[in-house]
């Protein structure tokens, strides 16, 4: 397996990038909540995935142990908050909402296990 690379990271901050993008221009039109949410879904779903390369696939070959665990603490950090944000836009309670409570249990777990040494 091998080491999350620069350009997928990259990709992923790009993505990143459109979704801030389109939350601020929902912010300004004031639109659907059911919009916001889903964006704040994608977001979590981003951060957590990021997160989850790096724990698994750490580039040590251009980062040391700590600077890979900083980047993990960040992005599963972020994972949680678009997550919490998401689900207090909505009292929807489908798919999205399985699967946002799902990355919202992995992440914690991943968390502590950085901690468990």
Not at 1 to 17: P, T, V
Not at 73 to 84: G, Q
Request: charged share 20%.
């Amino acid at each position: 397996q091998h080491e999350f690379s620069s350009q997928e990271k990259l990709y992923y901050n790009r993505a990143i990038g459109y979704y801030i993008k389109g939350k601020e221009v929902l912010r300004r039109a004031s639109t659907d909540r059911s919009i916001w949410y889903n964006l704040e879904c994608d977001l979590a779903s981003v951060y957590y995935t990021m997160g989850q390369q790096l724990q698994e696939r750490p580039p040590l070959s251009t980062l040391t142990v700590s600077e890979v665990e900083k980047e993990i603490l960040s992005y599963l950090m972020k994972s949680l908050h678009h997550a919490e944000s998401a689900l207090s836009t909505t009292n929807t309670r489908g798919l999205k909402f399985v699967s946002l409570s799902q990355c919202m249990g992995d992440s914690h777990y991943r968390l502590a296990s950085l901690y468990q040494k």
